[in-house]
């Protein structure tokens, strides 16, 4: 494995050691990535516990599809924190309800607890909810049009996705609030580490989830309707394939899952469109094209930036042992600017026909939900682009959220130049 080279990137030194958690890899991990993609495509990260790190499109495409390794161990690591906190209390309700969530789940129990969702999540079923979802994109849009400005993040990619969530799920509109403030918290257990009083946050927001599903399901038993909880509901009465911890923790995992890496998609997106007008400009003289378009705004800057995998087996990743129980992080970030897979991958090519990302990753782990945030994506670029061709980027100065497994944006002010 041969060392990364410390010229300078852009005025800045190039890491070792690589450090996630910098400002400036937040605000741009992309130039970090391809230098650590160039020199040191597996590049070991040094701690008390061994981690790698690969970037390589074919690389990290067969880890994350590979039969002998397994997913992240967190919930059985959240336990091993209970030792650290002082007085009452511990992390057990949130570490059972993540170690019921299936993408912390192996084979057969993933495709057990994966299966009975897979038709409401298929393109078909969901091109029913088109015209309920632009109709939210036409509501949110009008409303930014009747305020003159547009704050994006808040005003909309923060609302159309817990707005079609919710609706696909069932959960009542007045009860939107409420169930963003708990995504809001519960979503920072896919970044680690955590503090422990973020834990013991995360645990409190568990226990009121639960409660809440608890009763949604109750009353879905006595008034069905035609959303997924609904069907889950009926479904197991009659097959009995979840435990009723298992049906509490789907609920909560559906709602969480959707809405961060949603929000973080349409952000994302949507600044890739604002810093790049001649791209912004092709797609509004070419709606027709929304959806090759949607598949590079998602290669250009994914939502989901690594996903943890962990050897069942001694594994050899270019010449490199690998022993079981390592952590492996593979950069869904990094490999989809291989410029081995994709032609000049740092350009922004909204009319790029071969695009084979993994945005939403690979294999049986996919996120079931991947085909909701196009549709989602899809409706809502266009309609911006139809309502505001115009519109601009308000201010260089952007924020991002400090997790580093899934990427957004805290703000996106934009000139609507109306």
């Given at each position: 494995?041969?060392?990364?080279?410390?010229?300078?990137?852009?005025?800045?030194?190039?890491?070792?050691?690589?450090?996630?958690?910098?400002?400036?890899?937040?605000?741009?991990?992309?130039?970090?990535?391809?230098?650590?993609?160039?020199?040191?495509?597996?590049?070991?990260?040094?701690?008390?516990?061994?981690?790698?790190?690969?970037?390589?499109?074919?690389?990290?495409?067969?880890?994350?599809?590979?039969?002998?390794?397994?997913?992240?161990?967190?919930?059985?690591?959240?336990?091993?924190?209970?030792?650290?906190?002082?007085?009452?209390?511990?992390?057990?309700?949130?570490?059972?309800?993540?170690?019921?969530?299936?993408?912390?789940?192996?084979?057969?129990?993933?495709?057990?607890?994966?299966?009975?969702?897979?038709?409401?999540?298929?393109?078909?079923?969901?091109?029913?909810?088109?015209?309920?979802?632009?109709?939210?994109v036409d509501s949110l849009i009008a409303a930014v049009r009747e305020k003159g400005e547009m704050e994006f993040i808040a005003d909309i990619a923060k609302k159309l996705p817990i707005i079609t969530s919710s609706r696909l799920l069932g959960?009542?509109?007045?009860?939107?609030?409420?169930?963003?403030?708990?995504?809001?918290?519960?979503?920072?257990?896919?970044?680690?580490?955590?503090?422990?009083?973020?834990?013991?946050?995360?645990?409190?927001?568990?226990?009121?989830?639960?409660?809440?599903?608890?009763?949604?399901?109750?009353?879905?038993?006595?008034?069905?309707?035609?959303?997924?909880?609904?069907?889950?509901?009926?479904?197991?009465?009659?097959?009995?394939?979840?435990?009723?911890?298992?049906?509490?923790?789907?609920?909560?995992?559906?709602?969480?899952?959707?809405?961060?890496?949603?929000?973080?998609?349409?952000?994302?997106?949507?600044?890739?469109?604002?810093?790049?007008?001649?791209?912004?400009?092709?797609?509004?003289?070419?709606?027709?094209?929304?959806?090759?378009?949607?598949?590079?705004?998602?290669?250009?800057?994914?939502?989901?930036?690594?996903?943890?995998?962990?050897?069942?087996?001694?594994?050899?990743?270019?010449?490199?042992?690998?022993?079981?129980?390592?952590?492996?992080?593979?950069?869904?970030?990094?490999?989809?600017?291989?410029?081995?897979?994709?032609?000049?991958?740092?350009?922004?090519?909204?009319?790029?026909?071969?695009?084979?990302?993994?945005?939403?990753?690979?294999?049986?782990?996919?996120?079931?939900?991947?085909?909701?945030?196009?549709?989602?994506?899809?409706?809502?670029?266009?309609?911006?682009?139809?309502?505001?061709?115009?519109?601009?980027?308000?201010?260089?100065?952007?924020?991002?959220?400090?997790?580093?497994?899934?990427?957004?944006?805290?703000?996106?002010?934009?000139?609507?130049?109306?």
């Amino acid at each position: 494995m041969q060392p990364i080279n410390r010229k300078l990137i852009d005025g800045e030194a190039a890491i070792p050691p690589l450090n996630l958690y910098l400002k400036s890899y937040r605000e741009n991990p992309y130039k970090y990535l391809k230098e650590i993609r160039e020199h040191a495509p597996l590049y070991e990260i040094k701690g008390p516990n061994p981690e790698w790190f690969i970037t390589r499109y074919e690389d990290v495409k067969a880890v994350i599809s590979g039969n002998n390794y397994s997913v992240d161990d967190l919930p059985y690591r959240l336990l091993k924190k209970n030792d650290l906190i002082k007085g009452e209390g511990n992390l057990n309700v949130l570490s059972d309800a993540i170690a019921d969530w299936m993408i912390f789940a192996q084979p057969p129990e993933h495709t057990r607890l994966r299966r009975p969702m897979t038709r409401y999540f298929s393109p078909r079923e969901l091109s029913r909810m088109t015209h309920l979802v632009q109709k939210d994109v036409d509501s949110l849009i009008a409303a930014v049009r009747e305020k003159g400005e547009m704050e994006f993040i808040a005003d909309i990619a923060k609302k159309l996705p817990i707005i079609t969530s919710s609706r696909l799920l069932g959960i009542p509109p007045e009860d939107y609030d409420i169930i963003y403030k708990w995504t809001n918290c519960l979503v920072d257990i896919f970044d680690q580490p955590n503090t422990l009083e973020s834990y013991q946050a995360m645990n409190q927001t568990t226990i009121e989830f639960r409660e809440y599903f608890t009763r949604l399901i109750a009353t879905k038993r006595k008034r069905g309707d035609d959303g997924l909880i609904s069907y889950l509901v009926a479904l197991n009465d009659e097959e009995h394939i979840y435990s009723d911890d298992e049906l509490l923790a789907t609920c909560s995992f559906l709602i969480t899952a959707a809405q961060e890496s949603t929000e973080a998609f349409m952000g994302n997106s949507v600044l890739a469109l604002l810093k790049n007008p001649d791209q912004k400009k092709w797609l509004s003289s070419n709606p027709d094209k929304i959806t090759m378009a949607v598949e590079e705004l998602l290669r250009y800057d994914p939502p989901i930036q690594m996903l943890v995998r962990i050897p069942l087996t001694e594994v050899n990743i270019m010449g490199q042992t690998i022993q079981p129980g390592e952590r492996i992080l593979t950069s869904l970030a990094a490999a989809n600017r291989d410029p081995a897979e994709f032609d000049e991958p740092d350009v922004l090519n909204l009319a790029r026909a071969k695009n084979n990302n993994i945005a939403f990753g690979y294999g049986i782990h996919t996120c079931i939900g991947a085909w909701l945030a196009r549709l989602e994506g899809q409706l809502l670029f266009n309609s911006l682009l139809a309502s505001f061709p115009d519109m601009e980027l308000a201010s260089d100065k952007l924020s991002w959220y400090p997790n580093v497994f899934i990427r957004g944006l805290k703000e996106l002010p934009v000139n609507l130049k109306i």
